[in-house]
């Protein structure tokens, strides 16, 4: 089933390269859009540009099956600067492939290489390129502007290359992968005083820590304990001396959850109880709370086509658990029934995590990437 695919790697990890010394911010990968649709248009393919502002999209059909399959890579880089020193590192100061969407990109091109030479399938393949996935929503803008309406598909896939597994491994999970983020903002306010004369002045310091004990009890009180979350309290801003009650407080925090009811319980439960401790001390609170990505929940089936996909290239695994970090893939899988996967590439000689400025692709793992984007649409439009 599997054609060699040798040959196409060199050029591939050149051509990653080339992206990562030229990498750009969310919304901003007009180079990198141009230089993918035109790669695209040389293998044969129909291309649509500005989809989702900067996204890519490449169609490859083959046969008269009305089956369709998309994947999906993102091409966005993130607002750090690069410290690897490697040759091909970051020529824009500010801007860095710190998550290795540079090699996503790579990889899923490899993929439409091959396919379009062996074309061992028979429907449609619909290669996204995505922009903006770091905090922009570059997926949730393609979707919004009718992705699967206009290239409809019976399941989408996504990778994303995963430091902590060892190259070449490829794990997956049915239902939750990666977690919904949300962040709240908690403004006590009062009207400060005299620190002496606490009997005229509602006190926001003591509310802010009668707060943030009854913040912490929302994961074990208010939540079905078989659910899963995470609430963080993460900064509490009051006060400018020693002899003065303060006027306001501040608290932040993030919450982590991987289902709708439980994000919503515990949005609920947070103006509940702010509500409640303020007024119970003669304070007002104003409660911001900020829903970013949704959780990113995989189908089931789709989960299983993709381990057993995974198993005829790599070393296939079954994630005992998801991620607490986010993704924005979680609007397309809202859309469309489909799975994200993890790409192991974790290096003999240690690993540097995502989001580091000594993190660099691991260009060893390009093939792996492109085998399994030719074995899943093989499988899937057999
Ligand atoms: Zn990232
Ligand atoms: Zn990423």
């Not at 180079?31 to 044969?44: C, D, F, K, M, N």
Request: proline share 5%; aromatic share 6%.
């Amino acid at each position: 089933m599997t054609h060699d695919i040798a040959d196409l790697i060199d050029p591939l990890v050149a051509f990653r390269r080339d992206i990562h010394a030229h990498p750009e911010l969310g919304f901003d990968e007009r180079r990198t859009a141009g230089r993918i649709a035109e790669r695209l248009r040389a293998l044969g393919l129909e291309v649509h540009e500005g989809v989702g502002r900067t996204g890519v999209v490449g169609v490859l059909r083959h046969g008269g099956s009305a089956r369709s399959i998309g994947l999906r890579a993102d091409m966005d880089a993130l607002p750090i600067e690069e410290r690897t020193n490697l040759p091909y590192a970051s020529r824009t100061p500010g801007s860095f492939h710190g998550c290795g969407h540079d090699g996503h990109v790579a990889m899923l091109l490899g993929a439409a290489e091959q396919l379009a030479r062996t074309r061992a399938f028979h429907g449609t393949v619909h290669f996204f390129f995505q922009p903006a996935e770091e905090g922009l929503g570059g997926a949730r803008e393609m979707v919004k502007e009718g992705l699967f309406e206009r290239f409809p598909c019976d399941r989408v896939f996504a990778l994303h290359n995963w430091p902590d597994l060892p190259a070449g491994t490829i794990a997956t999970r049915p239902g939750p992968i990666m977690a919904a983020a949300d962040r709240f903002d908690i403004l006590l306010e009062g009207r400060g005083g005299h620190a002496a004369m606490p009997q005229d002045t509602p006190d926001a310091i003591l509310a802010a820590a009668l707060l943030v004990t009854q913040l912490n009890s929302i994961v074990s009180r208010r939540i079905v304990p078989t659910g899963s979350a995470v609430l963080s309290v993460t900064q509490i801003h009051g006060g400018d001396t020693h002899n003065v009650l303060p006027a306001t407080v501040a608290i932040t925090g993030t919450v982590r959850s991987f289902d709708a009811d439980v994000q919503d319980r515990i949005e609920a439960a947070i103006r509940q109880i702010a509500a409640g401790v303020a007024a119970t001390d003669g304070l007002a609170a104003q409660v911001d709370y900020h829903r970013n990505y949704p959780a990113t929940v995989n189908d089931a089936d789709a989960a299983q086509e993709a381990l057993d996909a995974a198993a005829t290239v790599g070393t296939a695994l079954l994630a005992p658990d998801p991620a607490l970090t986010s993704e924005d893939f979680a609007y397309m899988l809202h859309a469309c029934k489909g799975a994200y996967i993890w790409l192991g590439q974790g290096r003999a000689e240690g690993t540097v995590p995502l989001h580091n400025p000594h993190y660099d692709f691991n260009d060893d793992v390009l093939a792996l990437g492109v085998r399994l984007h030719v074995a899943l649409v093989e499988r899937h439009l057999a």
